[in-house]
């Protein structure tokens, strides 16, 4: 349940056994000290300091008000952060724990509400003692929903206090009572334990594993299923959780569940969704699974993740869709769905994950050539316009893109050689060694071959062999080595004085794996312009 405040004079805060308490202002009038003060007087003095050396809370405690009217009094004033953290301050846990063991349902149910409030402000050793009261309390959902309801509130404000409290909470079973108070009531009831479950096992490992011992599973998909807007997104934080264990998600599998977790990718926070989202990665590694998944609309709810979620949620939703188009039938249904300027997105972003992520879906879905024109149309813009580090990534995937069997309509189509020549001479040293690498790979199809040489890319290739990097000298290398390779272009590199140069290059290579690597090719290809016999 929500904290059942409100904020006009005529306050409706709390329907307790068909009753309804209204504070009217300054109304209500109670006698302490010896004199008559309204719910307002005692506010005041709560605020202000003492009065006769006392506090108003020390006076609520040692009089004679009966312990209905303490608990209205409390109830009242915790309505307020400033009082809620004076009654904490003054040590007041006694008197609510008191109160919690009264025989009256109204004045319990006032009391949890109050220690819920002041919950965040009081130490974990005082709330610790009221923990197995709360716990005992919910055991009241059969005959009375309203208490237990204000007990499951209590208890969700306890456990975002800290792990130690969430642990205790646990191991005193509140964690199967709310499981059974979720599946078996509705509304507010179900609402208020739901929340309280989800603080439980969200956080703290120990009440994860104790909701999946008491069967908690099969209730929370069910709920996910057939719940209501609300209780959907609650059940759908706990199903991520649950099956962030590896025996959740195979029983699950089991009990043909996947379209709930699903679904929980689908709706709630960013977190849960993420969490959902890893789950159906993890399943995905299976190839069997992959296909269910797909089959069952995985597919569109993780592009929108990919779309609409932060970027953590971002980033996982396109790990798992780059799983599940490892699958010949799925390359065209994933690019179908939007996914590819998405991994754009991805790529063109300052986190080095998300570029990682973007450039495997894009070597996963290039598989398909429809897929991999697509892609390389993105890859041009971004080696036109992009930013140095967007570039580099580019430039990553042309390279991969290049050992494809359909390069040529790819790569070539795209209108790629132009920018690739040009961007040898990128005055960044990354972009040079990618670009470089990606010409090596390209210059072993004859196609690709024809078009760098028509963009004029031999003689920039000649001229970085003095390039300062070893890993762009040795891909020119390997470029130039296959460009030799073939007669048709020994004129070009003739003409580009390449023959010299690579003679230069050969006497300046020193020892090493990398040095004897790059003169093999200079080697070769001097040998193919009849320098070397």
Known sequence: MEDPCCHNQDRRVGLVNGETFVDKGRTNSYCLFGKSYTLGDARDVLLNGSVDEETIFQAISDSSITERKV?????HLSNEKACAQALAAWQGMPLLIRLLRSPR??????????????????????????VPLLVELLTSYTTCHDLAECAAFALRRLAKVGEDLSVEIGTLGAVPLLLDISSSSDGSLQLAALKALSELVLYTQMNLGLLAQSGGLPAIVNLVVSGSSEVKCLAAEILGALTSLREMRRALVH???????????????????????????LLAFTKRLRRTIVNAGGVPVLVDLLNSGDHMAKLIAGNTLGILSAHANHLRHVAEAGAI????????????LGKEIAEDGFCILAVLEENAIAIAEHLVRILENGTVEAKAAAADVIWDLSSYKHSVPVV?????MPLLARLLRDENEEVRERISGAVAQLSYNDSDKQAMAESGIISVLVELLHD?????KENIAEALHNFAEDTFYRLDMSEASAAPALLELQNSLSAGSRARETGNHVTAALHYLGQLT
């Open 255 to 281: 009990m043909s569940g996947i379209s709930a977790l699903i679904e929980a990718a689908r709706v709630g926070c960013n977190a849960s969704r993420a969490r959902a989202a890893h789950a159906l990665g």
């Open 412 to 416: 070539t189509g795209s209108g790629a």
């Open 468 to 472: 300062p990097s070893d890993d762009v």
């Open 71 to 75: 608990a209205k009094i409390l109830f």
């Open 341 to 352: 300027p998405l991994f754009v997105n991805l790529l063109e972003g300052n986190d080095p």
């Open 105 to 130: 349902d109204a004045t319990k149910m006032q009391s949890c509400i109050t220690l819920g409030r002041v919950a965040k402000f009081a130490t974990e050793e005082d709330l610790k003692q009221s």
